[in-house]
């Protein structure tokens, strides 16, 4: 029988925000694969992550597996791309080894993840392996949740941006329709502030980092100061609404 391996999304921190099917397939798995950051000498950082430390809520230690990626990097791509095939063969020899195997991502499985990458090398080097994925909740759901900011009404659009692709293609959203999400912006923060201003924007975003664990931090757009940030900040700029309610429909 083919080996399967499931991505498994574990939403952004909060444990309680894993869905019921996403713990039943942890649960299920023979062993759960979670990334974990590579040190400068590409060994075990040693921190949990984010999505490991999820997993702990429900899975004994015993059956987690940590496999170093080289988490954004994207200055030395000859690093990334051992560090690709190195986490890669890891995962591969686990599904020689069991019939599943699982890999916990935060947020989404199908949403910028490590999985997407990983799923394409083991593939490769597992032919006929099964892969799956269960959806979880995703950053910008649960910020909008914790501040109230409303994604999307009627026929508004909704623009989902990486501003790790640069500020420009953040500023090409803020001055289209709908609703604009900025994942990863933390270290740009001073230009995603500058573009929010730019497009008359800025009075009505919100950000926030860590959501759902101890140092979250969620607070207005217009408090961005250039301080630094978590690397995985995420921001929301709501659609300008005018009309009332169903003004959209």
């Known amino acids: 029988m083919s080996s399967r391996l499931i991505g498994v999304g574990v939403g952004p921190g909060d444990p309680e925000l894993v869905t019921v099917k996403g713990v039943n397939a942890l649960r299920d798995a023979d062993v759960v694969v ?24 429900y899975v004994g230690a015993e059956n987690v597996v940590r496999v170093v990626f080289a988490l954004n990097e994207r200055a030395d791509r000859a690093r990334r791309e051992a560090a690709w ?13 069991h019939a599943a195997v699982a890999f916990a991502t935060i947020g989404d499985p199908n949403v910028y993840s490590t999985f997407t990458y990983l799923a394409q090398t083991v593939g490769a080097l597992v032919p006929g392996t099964v892969v799956e994925t269960v959806p979880g909740i995703t950053a910008m759901q649960d910020l ?5 900011a409303v994604l999307t009404e009627g026929t508004e659009p909704l623009t989902l941006v990486p501003v790790t692709a640069g500020a420009a293609v953040l500023k090409e959203a803020l001055h289209g329709p709908g609703t604009v999400v900025a994942y990863k912006f933390g270290r740009q923060a001073v230009e995603v502030a ?3 201003r730019e497009s008359g924007r800025l009075d009505d975003a919100v950000w926030g980092s860590a959501l759902g664990l101890p140092e979250e931090s969620v607070r207005p757009a217009g408090e961005l100061d250039g301080a630094p940030l978590p690397y995985l900040s995420t921001l929301i700029a709501p659609a300008r609404r005018e009309g009332g309610r169903g003004g959209k429909l």
């Open 34 to 57: 979670v990334p974990v950051m590579a040190a400068p000498d590409g060994r075990d950082g040693g921190e949990p992550g984010r999505a490991e430390a999820t997993v702990l809520h």
């Open 85 to 97: 095939d190195a986490a890669g063969e890891r995962v591969a020899g686990l599904l020689r080894e």
């Open 144 to 148: 909008a949740a914790r501040s109230g």
């Open 194 to 196: 500058e573009a929010l």
